[in-house]
């Protein structure tokens, strides 16, 4: 069973950045591939971005190319996701999701486990 916590959501003004970072409790992190995704409150959760396992590859969703960078630190077992130029529609619950062998997937229902998420809050 692999634990995923999630930190470093907050508040923050648009166009501000922010990070915010997912820790795994397993040792062959580097064997999952990993994804982040959010849900706003009343939409379903959607795709935000996703690293193969390995060293990659990355891919995003359209809505926040550009601004987005996700990757990964296998010596930390730690997945991260750098938001840039944030929009207040960038305002949800982030979660990152893991599973053995993915090569990045944008599915969510092609991850195994889940962190708990944290809260992304981005003011007008």
């Known amino acids: 069973q692999v634990q995923l916590v999630e930190s470093g959501g907050g508040l923050v003004q648009a166009g501000g950045s922010l990070r915010v970072s997912c820790a795994a409790s397993?040792?062959?992190?580097?064997?999952?591939?990993l994804g982040w995704f959010r849900q706003a409150p009343g939409k379903e959760r959607d795709f935000v971005a996703a690293?193969?396992?390995?060293?990659?590859?990355?891919y995003y969703a359209d809505s926040v190319k550009g601004r987005f960078t996700i990757s990964r630190d296998n010596a930390k077992n730690t997945v991260y996701l750098q938001m840039n130029s944030l929009k207040p529609e960038d305002t949800a619950v982030y979660y990152c999701?893991?599973?053995?062998?993915?090569?990045?997937?944008?599915?969510?229902?092609?991850?195994?486990?889940w962190g708990q998420g944290t809260q992304v809050t981005v003011s007008s």
């Open positions: 999701a893991a599973s053995k062998f993915n090569r990045g997937s944008r599915g969510g229902d092609e991850y195994d486990y």
């Open positions: 397993e040792r062959a992190f580097s064997l999952y591939g």
């Open positions: 690293i193969g396992w390995g060293t990659g590859p990355t």
